[in-house]
Structures are given as C-alpha cells and as structure tokens.
C-alpha cells in the first residue's frame, strides 16, 4: 500500500509555471506506476500524464504535449509536474495516483491509490 500527498498547487497567470510534488510513503515506490490527473468543476476527472514504474516510459494527453513534464525520483519516493505556459483551461483540482504494475496504465479505473488533490488556478 502507498499513501500519496500532492503539493505545489497555486495561483498563476496565463504563461507561467508551476511545479507539482507528489510524496509517496510506504514501501517499493519503484514498483508503482504514477498518473497525475485532474479535475475541473463540472467535468470527469481525466489523466493529464503517467510514468511508469522505472521511469522508462511516459504518457501524456494531447492538451498538455509539449507545456508538461511528468518525472520520478524512486530515490526520494516523490513523483513530480512542470507544468509550463499555463492555461486557463488547465485551472482543475490535479491528483496523484499511483498503481502497482510494470505497465503504464492510461485509465482512471486502474489506478488503486489516490492523494487528496492539489487546486492549480490559472487566471487570464
């Protein structure tokens, strides 16, 4: 089991940066794979982008390619997210998840251990 703490969010204008943490306790962090998702008022929560357990292989949906960057360090059982030239669309409540696998799952219902979320607000 791992418990998972997020931390990082904010108030940012349109343009700017920011750096999300996601703390893991428990044990074998390097046997999980992560996913940060998000959630916007009045929409699903979806996955913005997931690493996998040794850190080898990465996804990422097609409105944050290129703006966002998703990295690990097993060393430090912490997952992390630059997140650059932000968006008022990417103003959501963004969560950490983590599954025990070797695979890289792209689907909400697969990943068994959530964090609390962190609130990221872009404003225009």
């Known amino acids: 089991q791992v418990q998972l703490v997020e931390s990082g969010g904010g108030l940012v204008q349109a343009g700017g940066s920011l750096r999300l943490s996601c703390a893991a306790s428990?044990?074998?962090?390097?046997?999980?794979?992560m996913g940060w998702f998000r959630q916007a008022p009045g929409k699903d929560r979806e996955l913005v982008a997931a690493?996998?357990?040794?850190?080898?292989?990465?996804y990422y949906a097609d409105s944050v390619k290129g703006r966002f960057t998703i990295s690990r360090d097993n060393a430090k059982n912490s997952l992390y997210m630059e997140m650059n030239s932000l968006k008022p669309e990417d103003t959501a409540v963004y969560y950490c998840?983590?599954?025990?696998?070797?695979?890289?799952?792209?689907?909400?219902?697969?990943?068994?251990?959530w964090g609390q979320g962190t609130q990221v607000t872009v404003s225009s």
């Open positions: 998840a983590a599954r025990w696998t070797n695979e890289l799952p792209t689907t909400r219902g697969a990943y068994v251990y």
């Open positions: 428990g044990r074998a962090f390097n046997r999980y794979a």
């Open positions: 690493i996998s357990a040794t850190g080898g292989d990465t």
